[in-house]
């Protein structure tokens, strides 16, 4: 395991061998991803988001929380609704990038 050491200043310096594996370079941007007490770092490409939407990130979160602290409210989504799900949603055209018109409520 390549290590490195976290400053009085939570900062730490990414080792040359997770630079060079990841291909980082000065001035490009990391991802975290947290799972449990593990953290998955990955350079993210131009362009790529880095998640500076505060609501999303703070509703992850809320969402991690709750998996970690309460792992047992996870269920397993019934076949009978997922079938359900296919049959309603046959032939229904998707484009996530697609901007959305209008006011939208979550």
């Not at 310096?13 to 980082?24: C, E, N, S």
């Not at 362009?47 to 979160?61: C, M, N, Q, R, T």
Request: aromatic letters at 2%.
């Amino acid at each position: 395991m390549i290590q490195s050491t976290v400053t009085a200043r939570s900062q730490t310096t990414i080792p040359t061998g997770v630079r060079k594996a990841l291909g980082i370079e000065p001035g490009d941007k990391v991802g975290y991803v947290i799972k449990g007490a593990t953290a998955v770092m990955s350079r993210l490409d131009k362009g790529e988001s880095d998640g500076d939407d505060p609501e999303l990130a703070a509703f992850v979160a809320l969402l991690a929380r709750d998996i970690e602290t309460r792992p047992e409210r996870l269920k397993i989504i019934p076949r009978t609704l997922v079938a359900r799900i296919r049959r309603l949603t046959i032939g229904v055209q998707l484009d996530p990038d697609e901007a959305i018109e209008g006011k939208v409520d979550l």
